[in-house]
């Protein structure tokens, strides 16, 4: 965990991983595998990053496909130790898979497989779940106290930039809806233009005889007007933003 030492902060770090990975995915599989990098020690520990949204688990990155299927066991199970952090935003501690007292049967399966102790951190929490960072160790005795206070203060520094990501990425959600039912919008107005100079009829009715056509050949209303447009101009509706 020499990294945590280094001269650029956490923060830092993370706020490059923004500006260089665009979009939520891509951040969150840049963050995890720096923070694989960060814990990880083949010999000794692998790590992951769960991602809980929509009701819906999943591992984001992992620095081995044996951490992703320990991962995949517990989302199995529906409950353990990373679904538990995200959703509750506490740290919990496995010193040793053969004797803890909660999700036996899940300790029980990733003991076979070779994990013998465990570590998840909270990142974020979220009504329906959040993130956490998975270490699995394969001995006992990794997961000091010195250990656990290192990987809390490195989630407790990354949760800010995280949340940032997050609401960046919401934003552009939002952004992206509107400029498709601003494009949408602009398809049928010009369609409804092209009815009511047909028809010799109002704006109105234009767009009740649209929105019938639409009914009847049971396709959108978008898609309608989108085609009469093209059938008329030989192009296709553009819509310009400033």
């Known amino acids: 965990m020499t990294a945590l030492t280094r001269g650029t902060s956490v923060a830092a770090q993370l706020q490059q991983l923004i500006l260089d990975n665009p979009g939520m995915e891509l951040f969150l599989q840049a963050f995890a595998g720096q923070a694989a990098e960060l814990f990880s020690d083949p010999d000794q520990l692998l790590c992951s990053i769960t991602l809980k949204r929509d009701k819906k688990a999943q591992t984001v990155a992992s620095s081995s496909p044996q951490a992703n299927e320990l991962d995949e066991l517990q989302y199995g199970y529906g409950d353990g130790p990373c679904l538990y ?3 509750s935003g506490e740290t919990t501690v496995v010193p040793d898979t053969r004797t803890g007292s909660r999700w036996i049967e899940y300790f029980e399966a990733i003991h076979a497989r070779g994990c013998q102790s465990m570590l998840a951190v909270p990142l974020l929490i979220g009504d329906d779940g959040g993130a956490a960072l998975n270490l ?8 000091t106290d010195g250990f656990v206070t290192a ?15 997050v609401q960046i990425a919401n934003h552009m959600d939002v952004s992206d809806d509107l400029r498709k039912a601003m494009e949408s919008r602009t398809a049928i107005d010009v369609a409804v233009g092209i009815v009511a100079g047909q028809n010799r009829c109002s704006q109105e009715e234009a767009f009740g005889i649209l929105r019938r056509a639409s009914s009847h050949q049971n396709i959108k209303l978008r898609t309608l007007a989108e085609r009469l447009v093209e059938s008329v101009t030989a192009a296709k509706v553009a819509t310009h933003f400033a």
Request: charged share 15%.
């Open 151 to 165: 990987a809390q203060e490195y989630a407790m520094e990354a949760a800010v930039t995280l949340q940032v990501a």
């Open 85 to 87: 952090a995200a959703e």
């Open 136 to 143: 699995y160790g394969k001995s006992t005795g990794i997961f």
